[in-house]
C-alpha cells in the first residue's frame, strides 16, 4: 500500500472492494479525468463522486469535508453524492494517521482529528477529482475560482438563493417537452441555503415504465446536512409520484436514467425552501449552550452539550456537575470522592490505589522481627496517587527501636497537608506530619506506627520514604540516644518540637 502526504496532515482514502480496471503500482492517466498528481489516475465517470463517511468522524470533521466539497462542486465539473451501492467511491475513515493511500484493490481516505483543517480538505479534494495545482492553491486561500463550465454535461449543481422566493429552480429532463435521449444518465443537486431546509413535487413526469423500473427511471435522494441518506425513491411511469420530504432535508439529488430503447416526454421537478423558524446558529452566543454547541453544515444548532464530568440540566443549556459516584462507584473497591467535572476513587487505612485507579489493595503489615526496613509504594520511583498505607513494629519487653528515615523524599506542600509521612508514639514527641527531603533518626522506648498519606491533586516526582528499624536491649542505648534526635545531621533535644517539619 502507497500513502500520498498533503500538507502532513489529512489523508483521504477511496476504496474500491471490486473495482474492475486495472489499478497498477503505477497508473497511467485515464482521458476521462485526471488524479492524484503522483502518477495515479482516480476515474469519476460523470464527474460523479459517491462517497461515505465513516459514523465515528467527529461531527466537525464530517462538516469540513462537506464545506470543501461544496467549494469545489462550485468550481469543478463534479458532484459528490451519498453512496448508495456504488462499488467505487470515496471512503472517509477516522483512523490515525493522515494520508491517501491505495493498492490494486483499494483507494483510502484516512482522516484523524489533527485533519480538521479546510485549507488541507480542500487540497486533498482537489487532488482527489484531479483540479489544477493553480485552481487548489487559489482554493486553500478561500479565492473564488471561475466557475467551471461543463457543456456535455446531463444535470448541473444548483445552490438555492434565500432571496429567491419568487424564482425557484426548477429542473427538468433534456429536450423537455419532447422526448429525452436514450442511453442518458444525468444528475441534479440542489442545495438549500443556510437555515433553510428543502422540499420538492414533481409538476409532470412521463417515463417509460417497465418491471420494477428497470428501464428508464428518477430517483429522489433527500439528504440531512451531515451527507446522512434520509430517503431514495426511484419512479417510472405517468402518474405524478408523491414525494415524502423530511425536514432535515438539506440537499435533493435528483437523476434519470435511460436506456438504449424507447424515451418519453420525461419530467419536470419543482423545489422550495423553508426557513428554520426554531433555528438557533451556534455562532451567536454559543446558541445559548453553557459549553458545547452542537450545529449542522448550515449553522443550526442541533442541541447543547456538556464536557467530560458534567450532564446536561433540565432547560438543555446549562451544563451541572455529573456525580459519577453515583454512577461509578461500583468502579471503586471502597470510596469514590465527586469532584467538579470528575471523581477519583480512595482507599480506608492500610490500603492503597492500584494502577487501575479503582482496586484498593493493602499498603502496610505488622512486622515483629528485630531487624527491618520498609519504604513507600514504588521507592525508589515516584510515588503513586491515593496512598493511605500504615505500618506496625512491635518489641519486645523492655527493649528499645532506633527509627532511622534514611530518606524522605515528600512532595511538599503547606503543614505537608497533601503528601506525608506520620510516625507515632516514644520519646520523640512531635508526631506531626512530615514532608519534603530529609532524614532522620533517633531512639524511642516503645513500638512503632508508620502511616504514609499521598493525594490525588499532587503529581509528584519525589521518591517517598526509605526506612530502618533495629531493636535494641536496653544495655545498647546510652543517655544520647535517649536524649537527642538526628535531623538532617544535626541533634537536637528530643523533648522540643522539631521545627523543621
Partial sequence: MKCLYLSGIIAFCLVTSAYTGPLPDTMAPSPQCTGLTDGTALSWPGGLVPFAMDTNIPGDLQLTVLDAMQYWEKYSCNQFLPRTSQMHYAHFILEQSCCISYDKNNLSIYLNSVCNMTVSVMQILGKLIGASDVDIQLSMNRSNIAPAVCPNRCGRNIWVNPGSQGSLPTIQSPNYPSNYPTNVDCTWKVTAPPLYTLSASFSSFDVENGPNCSY????????????????????????????????????????LHSDVSYSRKGFQLRFNISAVTSSVSCSIQNGGCSQLCIADIAGWKQNCACNA?????????SCIDDNECLKHSDGCTQNCRNTVGSYYCYCNEGYGLDLDLKTCRVCGATYNNSLGFLFSPGYPNSYPAHQNCKWYVNIAPNNYLRVTVQLLDI??????????????????????????????????NAGLTIAFHSEAAVTSRSSGFLLLYKQLRPEEVTLDDINYVTVDG????????????
Fill in 309 to 317: 464530568g458534567y450532564m446536561l440540566g433540565a432547560d438543555g443549556l
Fill in 490 to 501: 544535626s541533634k537536637m533535644v528530643a523533648s522540643s518540637k522539631a521545627k523543621w517539619l
Fill in 216 to 255: 428508464d427511471y428518477v430517483e429522489v435522494m433527500n439528504v440531512d446536512p451531515l451527507g446522512n441518506i434520509l430517503r431514495v425513491s426511484q419512479f417510472c411511469g405517468t402518474a405524478l409520484p408523491q414525494l415524502i420530504m423530511n425536514t432535515r432535508t438539506k440537499f435533493i439529488i435528483a437523476s
Fill in 411 to 444: 512532595a511538599s506542600s503547606d503543614r505537608c497537608q497533601t503528601d506525608y509521612l506520620q510516625l507515632y508514639r516514644g520519646n520523640f514527641r512531635y508526631n506531626g506530619k512530615l514532608c519534603g527531603y530529609h532524614s532522620l533518626s533517633y531512639v524511642i
